[in-house]
């Protein structure tokens, strides 16, 4: 006790101190480096999403491909699809999918909506035989832009294939 | 114990070195997630070439399906003559009772695609695909040279 009370009043005695100046410079160039370091930080964690966002679009862009090939139309993800138009007479069709952030499948209703799953197909029947020659298109966009983001609505991902299967009709789209 | 009695403090340097690893926490942190971005860029490259390709091979199966389906009563022989004059890439090679019609398409990126369609005279699903499958690029190192080395004798 005696010995920290000796302490404290060296400490008050010292007249040995900081300038003005010098606590401006050392607060200012301390709050640079933090800024700086933060903004560092801030930056990891923004290009850890969009990774991870464009990693979860391929992955569920493949799915729906994968899906209409093989015909489940009342599977997930496409029996989520909301119809926007099916035109079976001249063969396309365009379709909708609506994700939250955690992507499971909501409504475009929904306010936590963020991501959307575009889906057009379009193709000539074959004649001859019961199956169609498709041109798919998917496009998965983020419906909110990103936190530093420029774009409204950024794309997160868009492919486009020909797909060879049974002529759809209408009984068959969910 | 003499340390323990000093006086003297340290701070500055504590701050500094703090803020320093902080620093280079910061930066590491940020490498690291774009590295992992710009692998999943280049996987999504990948899919997108992927998927263009494939798109081909189904374009060239619907192709086959409409010669295959309007000359469905020709002569066994006669069909295999039409499937060979579709293209110059096809190779068909004969199996018991039919034919395997294969074909091999590349990509802008030296991406390979392998199709095999099999041809049946006698099944009731005449004709299916057997395979569709990306195929391992092989390539060379350039300038790689191998010396010789001596093996010690432990003789």
Redesign the interface.
Known sequence: MIWFLK?TKKSINNRFGFTLAELIISVGT?AI??I???Q??L???D??I???E??H??YL??TI?ESIKADLWDRYPLDAISPNSIETNNQSFEGYIFFNKDWQITSATDPRALFEAAIFLSGQA?E??D?T?Y?ISIEIKRIKPYFRGNESQPVL?A??????IETLKEDLLP | MKLLKNEKGSSSILVILSFLMLGIFSVLGMMSSYSDYKLALKNASWNQQYDRLQGEVYSFVSDMDAVLIKNEDAAFESLKEMVIEMDDEIVVSDILNGFIIAREFEGESGKLIRLEMAYMSSSPDRYHIKMIKEIPVIFTYEELEFTDVEVPNND
Request: proline content about 0%; hydrophobic content about 40%.
């Open positions: 302490k301390l480096v933090g700086l370091t933060i560092f930080f930056s990891a964690k290009i850890n969009r990774s991870s464009l990693d679009s391929v862009t493949n491909i074959n001859l035989g199956r020659l041109d991902y492919t486009d294939t020909k797909i060879y």
